[in-house]
DNA sequence: AATTCGATCAACCGCTCACCG
DNA sequence: TCGGTGAGCGGTTGATCGAAT
């Protein structure tokens, strides 16, 4: 069911391709407010020129604050490894189970999705907090799967390069060992007589891994691990009250009741009345022109402030916003330029602008991530 | 200094699943 | 029960960067 829709990112007019440290502010800026309950519709109530898909993409896997930025470590690196070989394809974990019990349900036309094993990757990324399934794919992809091939094994330790973003600005300070690097020595703490295991495991293929090998993942040890995670692990949406400061805390769905706004940094990351063009919006939705107030917002959520600052300091230095920063050149559709104001003269209302451009009200004078906020507004030359 | 090549990673695409009317 | 819609996932691609030549 639900196949052949039209990919939305086909929509005419829509942006594609790398994000401007605009749109990822103003993204980041909606999500903080109001949360992320329809991805569908938040590009357009948050006057991005994104589909809904991309801005799902683009959150998860780069603005999330809870994202856990540089190089894996070999702990990580081991897990994944692991994990990959216990989960193998989408299907193949259900190995887990005898045959028998496999081919019964195939005969009884049971998916063997039920079982659980639905997914790799974000299983895996499950078990890793702070990293995406598309960084743990991309790593996978790189390096990680020539270390466990025996025919792509080591290219030669010269070939070892730095991560270029996520090292470098993410996270200077941490030490963590290059993905690559690792590749030698990977020195796990895991339990003992784990040493060698890296070599053994460099000609294991991944499908001979076996339940055994769960004793081998660090993470496994511990007791209150839950098993289940593997399993039904649930997926962690961004909950803009707990994600800065108790990122466990599981997200308030589409159901949940909106929490209370609270003045502070979200003073700053009101949304506009976005003056992107209606029609535009008509003929991607093929709908009506809505009413673009935001107050009509469903999910409204408040955002807790603490940490917020931080996190948005080393995320504007990560986009190329902490410093001076070129004109932004909005783009221009099929049908001549899109029909969105100059970005920066015309975000006048814009909080997301005003953020970097004028300064705070009144009362966030009084949050203590106000601190952070004033650097980055004054570094922006704003 | 210029060019080539390989590695990396953000983003896109196509698909499936879950939910709802 | 069926069809439409949105969300999420895995696979793949393209841009970019740095090292090698």
């Given at each position: 069911m639900g196949k052949g829709r039209a990919p939305c990112c086909a929509k005419v007019g829509l942006n594609k391709g790398s994000w401007t440290p605009e749109e990822d502010m103003r993204l980041i800026a909606y999500i903080r407010k109001?949360?992320?309950?329809n991805w569908r519709a938040l590009p357009k109530q948050a006057g991005l020129l994104r589909c809904g898909k991309s801005c799902r993409l683009r959150w998860i896997n780069y603005?999330?604050?809870d994202l856990k930025r540089g190089n894996f470590t070999a702990e990580e690196e081991e897990t994944i490894i692991k994990l990959h070989g216990m989960l193998g394809n989408k299907y193949d974990a259900?190995?887990?189970?005898e045959n028998s019990v496999l081919e019964s349900m195939d005969e009884a036309g049971t998916d063997r999705s039920s079982l659980g094993f639905v997914s790799r990757w974000s299983k895996i990324a499950a078990c890793l907090p702070g990293r995406t399934d598309n960084e743990i794919k991309n790593v996978w992809n790189t390096h990680l799967k020539k270390r466990v091939s025996p025919a792509g094994?080591?290219?030669?330790?010269?070939s070892k390069k730095k991560k270029k973003k996520a090292a470098g600005a993410g996270?200077?300070?941490?030490?963590?060992?290059?993905p690559s690097s690792s590749?030698?020595?990977?020195?796990?703490?895991?339990?003992?007589?784990?040493?060698g295991e890296q070599q053994s495991d460099a000609s294991?293929?991944?499908?001979?891994?076996?339940?055994?090998?769960?004793?081998?993942?660090p993470m496994l040890d511990?007791?209150?691990?839950?098993?289940?995670m593997l399993v039904d692990a649930a997926p962690e949406p961004y909950c803009p009250a707990a994600s800065?400061?108790?990122?466990?805390s599981p997200c308030a769905s589409s159901t949940s009741p909106p929490a209370p706004a609270r003045p502070g940094v979200d003073e700053l990351l009101d949304?506009?009345?976005?003056?992107?063009?209606h029609e535009l919006w008509s003929i991607i939705?093929?709908?009506?022109?809505?009413?673009?107030?935001?107050?009509?917002?469903?999910?409204?959520a408040s955002t807790t402030s603490q940490g917020a600052g931080r996190w948005l300091e080393d995320l504007e230095k990560e986009l190329g916003l902490w410093g001076p920063i070129e004109d932004y050149q909005y783009p221009v559709g099929p049908q001549g330029p899109?029909?969105?104001?100059?970005?920066l003269p015309a975000m006048v209302d814009d909080p997301v602008s005003c953020y970097f451009q004028a300064g705070p009200a009144?009362?966030?004078?009084?949050?203590?991530a106000y601190s952070a906020v004033v650097t980055s507004s004054n570094q922006l030359g704003f």
């Open positions: 109001y949360g992320h309950a603005l999330r604050p259900a190995r887990c189970l094994e080591e290219r030669g330790a010269g996270e200077p300070a941490a030490p963590s060992p290059s590749t030698t020595t990977a020195t796990t703490n895991c339990s003992s007589g784990d040493s294991k293929v991944p499908d001979e891994l076996g339940l055994e090998e769960l004793e081998m993942i511990d007791p209150a691990f839950d098993f289940d800065v400061s108790v990122p466990t949304l506009p009345e976005i003056d992107i063009d939705d093929g709908t009506p022109a809505p009413c673009q107030s935001n107050a009509t917002e469903p999910n409204a899109i029909a969105h104001p100059d970005p009144p009362a966030m004078l009084q949050d203590p």
